[in-house]
């Protein structure tokens, strides 16, 4: 392969607002590239096949199961993992989870917190009804969802409040 | 290979022949079989909660339309829908402009019979102001058609060729868009 081909095959994009690229198969999952070459590993594996949301991203503001998308698809564009959302713990649905304890083992909540970013990016305050029809795809097996539902009302209010800290 | 190939262009020969002779509204008959497909079924619904597989089960996570068609803020289709098919079992079907038709527009075939098909078709062309040869090019090139022919693992095609399908639109098209028997 000549230095132009791989230039071509080199794939440009933003990782919480620092440059990322990535040089092998373009249609490698998005979370390994996170995970194994940018060490970015508060996006978790769960299901493999975008069922469960533990995955959860951002590219240019929408969310996205990593698992199953291709890091091409990122290409030129901005992600945001969950630890872009701040680097301080300042973001309000961060403060939320801080302040109601949200999880209870944890890991499907980095993907519980950036689709409910997400969400709050589009609805600023959402009705009950709003949040099961986001979040409803990501599960969590202890049951936290009453508290799920509790933490993105109450991170809607301090994003009302004044956003972050 | 030519043994291999030789049977199914005569196949399809003889299907294109068939469809010749078809008069405009057999040859939507025989078309509306594959736009009745469960799969195309799935999305082509009346309600906000699009369907899946083959036996039309509710979209798992209580999946919804959206105000746009491609789902709710925070689960939108292409949180999960790629532009190509997951190549794992059960992983997300895919291909470009993956979503339901809008809330405005709900292009729902489920239920009708062949002439209140026929007419609905129609009347959406009508309505979008666009000429009913439209309908060809669209089953000829849009992505979400062609993807019936290539649904991905574990996911069966519809029992038609793709070819022969687009012949019989063009055919209900050329020969008047008849909706009558």
């Avoid at chain 2, 009745?36 to 909660?49: A, E, K, S, T």
């Avoid at chain 2, 689960?75 to 532009?83: G, K, V």
């Avoid at chain 2, 095609?157 to 098209?173: A, C, G, H, Q, Y």
């Amino acid at each position: 392969m000549d230095l132009s081909e791989r230039e071509e095959r080199v794939i440009t994009f933003q990782v919480n607002s620092k440059a990322a690229s990535f040089d092998d198969d373009p249609s490698t999952p998005l979370l390994w590239v996170l995970r194994d070459n940018l060490q970015l590993t508060g996006t978790k594996y769960g299901c493999g096949i975008a069922r469960c949301g533990a995955c959860t991203v951002h590219i240019d503001g929408e969310q996205v199961r990593s698992c199953v998308t291709p890091v091409s698809r990122a290409a030129g564009r901005s992600v945001t993992t969950i630890e872009g959302l701040s680097s301080d713990l300042s973001h309000p649905v961060q403060r939320a989870w801080l302040e109601l304890q949200t999880p209870q083992c944890g890991y499907c909540h980095s993907g519980q917190m950036m689709t409910a970013a997400a969400l709050l990016n589009k609805i600023p305050n959402p009705t009950d009804a709003d949040i099961d029809d986001a979040m409803s795809a990501n599960l969590c097996r202890c049951g936290t969802y009453h508290r799920i539902r509790a933490s993105v009302h109450r991170a809607a209010e301090l994003k009302a409040g004044g956003g972050r800290r | 290979m030519i043994r291999l190939l030789f049977p199914s262009m005569l196949t399809a020969a003889a299907a294109f022949a068939q469809t010749a002779q078809m008069s405009s509204f057999e040859a939507f008959q025989k078309a509306a079989t594959v736009i009745r497909h469960p799969r195309c079924l799935n999305c082509h619904i009346p309600g906000d909660q699009p369907l899946v597989g083959l036996n039309g089960d509710g979209h798992p996570m209580l999946v919804k339309r959206g105000t746009d068609g491609q789902g709710a803020p925070g689960l939108r289709c292409s949180t999960c829908h790629q532009e190509t098919n997951g190549e794992l079992p059960h992983s997300p079907p895919g291909t470009k402009g993956w979503q339901l038709p809008t809330p405005q527009n709900r292009l729902a075939w489920a239920g009708l019979d062949d002439q209140k098909l026929c007419r609905g078709i129609l009347n959406v062309l009508k309505k979008g102001g666009q000429p009913r040869d439209k309908i060809a090019d669209y089953v000829n090139s849009d992505p979400r058609v062609l993807w019936a022919w290539d649904p991905g693992p574990g996911r069966e095609k519809p029992s038609m060729d793709r070819l022969e399908f687009v012949e019989l639109i063009r055919t209900w098209i050329e020969k008047g868009a008849s909706c009558a028997p």
